[in-house]
Structures are given as structure tokens and as C-alpha cells.
């Protein structure tokens, strides 16, 4: 059984507004990608937009930067964010943002694009909440799903089965139920849900999908 968590990917502000109104009407988490432009090729709303419209939700921060770190300060004092996510790539102070973060009573996760093996990291597994697994290049929604992240979900879950696993990218009405019965904790919507005619009910749908109960 997995948790939907619906996706926010914009570089509006208007838009953030309207899609996080969307979402906190279904969801008690809600990710919130920020981009910077250099790690993947968008760029989306910043930090100063997600401090402007406080919700009744909690927000789940995905940074898909090159400097985790200079994001970290106006995140870490909002009580409306409970976990960020740092990219594995970055390599820049990875440890040191992951004890930064923590050290602010926040959650920590780290993602790992597609092509990047799970062994490479885990040897922070017992430092992290969680591991967000991108199944698609990070930047853009809408991708199709690449399935050999389901082996990387199944491998994670061997190593360590206690660590919770998210799939980021390519969830959608085909592929939740498989990357839940691979073992995923949490799967990220974004398209699927912000291009349907009724977000409401695609969001239902998805949720059934995912804990195999459709």
C-alpha cells in the first residue's frame, strides 16, 4: 500500500496558488519542486513563493539544485514544511545539509536520478527518513515511466526495509499499482492529477490504485 502525494511543478505564482488550493483540498502532504535552472533544465517557483502561501497542509520541499544549502534557511523555519529532499548528485555537502536539515527538526530525504545506483548511496540510508527514486529526468513532469526503477525500488527495500521509498515522475493511472506492489511508500502525481478534468477524483482513483483497491 502506497500514498499519493499530488506534485506541484510551476514557475507561477498564480498557478502555485490555484494548484496548492487543489491539493490541500485532498491531501495531507504535498511535494513542492523547486528548480534552479542548472541541476535540471527548468526553473520553477522559489523559496519566497512557498514562504508567501502558508497551507493546511504540510509541504514535502524536492530541490533539484546544485547548492542545497542556500535554500535551506527560509525552509527550515516554516512549520507548514516537514521534509526536504537533496539531491544525491550534488555531491556538494551532502552530509552537512543532511545534518543541517535534521538539526532543524525537519524530515531529510535524498533522490537519486534514474541512472544513479542505489549502492551509491547507500551508505547514508541510516541518516535519511527517507529515498526518493526519480523515474524519470528530474525537471519535468508528464515523463513515462522508465520500469527499471521498479528493481531499484525492490533492491532499496532489501538493503534496508524500514527506510521509506518514494517514486517521483511517471505516476499515473497505468503505473501506480506496479510501483506499489514493488514496494513503494509514497508515489508523487503531478500531471495525472493537474491534467485531469476532476482533480478531486483522479486523485481518488490513484489513491485506490495504489493501495490495490480498485
Excluded: C, W
Amino acid at each position: 500500500m502506497a500514498i499519493i502525494i499530488p506534485g506541484i511543478l510551476t514557475n507561477d505564482e498564480k498557478d502555485y496558488q490555484q494548484k496548492l488550493k487543489k491539493a490541500e483540498g485532498v491531501a495531507d502532504l504535498i511535494q513542492i519542486d523547486v528548480i534552479d535552472g542548472i541541476f535540471a533544465n527548468n526553473i520553477t517557483v522559489g523559496t519566497d513563493v512557498i514562504k508567501k502561501n502558508p497551507t493546511s497542509a504540510m509541504l514535502e520541499i524536492q530541490l533539484m539544485v546544485i547548492e542545497p544549502k542556500k535554500y535551506l534557511i527560509p525552509l527550515v523555519s516554516l512549520q507548514f514544511v516537514s521534509r526536504i529532499i537533496i539531491p544525491f548528485e550534488t555531491n556538494n555537502l551532502l552530509r552537512e545539509t543532511i545534518y543541517q536539515i535534521k538539526n532543524n527538526q525537519k524530515q531529510v530525504g535524498i533522490s537519486l536520478n534514474p541512472q544513479t545506483p542505489i549502492n551509491a548511496a547507500s551508505n547514508l540510508f541510516t541518516e535519511i527518513d527517507l529515498l526518493s527514486l526519480y523515474a524519470g529526468t528530474p525537471g519535468f513532469s508528464g515523463q513515462k515511466f522508465q520500469k527499471h526503477i521498479l528493481q531499484k525500488i525492490r533492491q532499496s527495500k532489501d538493503m534496508m526495509p524500514n527506510l521509506p521509498v518514494e517514486v517521483d515522475i511517471g505516476v499515473n493511472f497505468q503505473t501506480a499499482s506496479e510501483i506499489a506492489e514493488a514496494g513503494a511508500d509514497f508515489l508523487v502525481a503531478t500531471s495525472a492529477l493537474h491534467n485531469a478534468p476532476d482533480f478531486q477524483l483522479a486523485y481518488q482513483k490513484l489513491a485506490k490504485l495504489a493501495s490495490n483497491l480498485q
